[in-house]
């Protein structure tokens, strides 16, 4: 099993181009997520899905969208990039049990450079 | 909202010598508490998680965590550090149904 996987690993972009980060995970999860983490800032939640089709908003949604049209991959979009939006982007997933939640497996990551 | 606090920026520790990372966490209701570890240039990696039962909770690597709920902490610890365990570790709470909220995280550096 690869896990869950990101393409691209690195990205540089200019102010107001747009560009779609996609996460895969083959460990048939209902949860997917995407963060962002800057220095000193820990981990922060952009957008996240419980299921195939649904998206909901987390800390950070602001100039992102998302979206999951197959249960296996969560696409992050970015319709017109800003400096403040370099970043190291994850996303990870997870699945819930008999009630109990389960922990997030998380991606390696995309390193993203807005000039 | 949920919340966890990481006091500590970083944990400077000599190889051998054991090693305390600190979290506190907010919540409301009983806590659902995880600690990831980051490498240079890697993902997160699970280490170990509480749910309820048990407050010494074992996981990966030889790490473990101390629940105490009067004190409202999550304390990660391993009795002999590894320079190998220098690394980024982050304290997690289990915030709404399927959503965790992070600390900003503690850099260990293990000295030889």
């Known amino acids: 099993n690869a896990g869950v996987t990101q393409t691209p690993k690195f990205r540089v972009l200019k102010t107001g181009q747009s560009m779609t980060l996609l996460c895969a995970q083959d460990?048939?999860?209902?949860?997917m997520y995407w963060y962002r983490q800057d220095p000193g800032m820990g981990l922060r939640l952009i957008h996240y899905s419980v299921g195939e089709g649904t998206t909901a908003k987390g800390e950070v949604p602001d100039g992102y969208n998302v979206s999951r049209l197959k249960k296996q991959n969560f696409l992050l979009g970015l319709e017109s990039a800003a400096p403040s939006q370099t970043s190291v982007y994850f996303c990870?997933?997870?699945?819930?049990?008999?009630?109990?939640?389960?922990?997030?497996?998380f991606g390696p990551g995309t390193r993203l450079t807005v000039l | 909202a949920q919340s966890v606090a990481q006091p500590e920026d970083q944990v400077n520790v000599a190889e051998g010598n054991p090693l305390t990372v600190k979290c506190t966490y907010s919540?409301?209701?009983?806590?659902?508490l995880f600690w990831y570890v980051q490498y240079p240039n890697r993902g997160l990696q699970f280490l170990l998680k509480y749910i309820t039962g048990d407050n010494l909770v074992k996981g990966s690597y030889g790490f473990e965590a101390e629940f105490n709920k009067s004190q409202t902490s999550f304390h990660l610890k391993k009795p002999s550090a590894l320079v190998s365990d220098s690394a980024l570790y982050f304290c997690a709470v289990r915030d709404g149904y399927s959503t965790l909220t992070f600390g900003k995280g503690t850099m260990l550096l293990v000295s030889p």
């Open positions: 990870a997933s997870s699945t819930l049990a008999e009630g109990i939640f389960f922990e997030q497996f």
């Open positions: 919540v409301s209701g009983n806590p659902y």
């Open positions: 460990m048939n999860h209902e949860y």
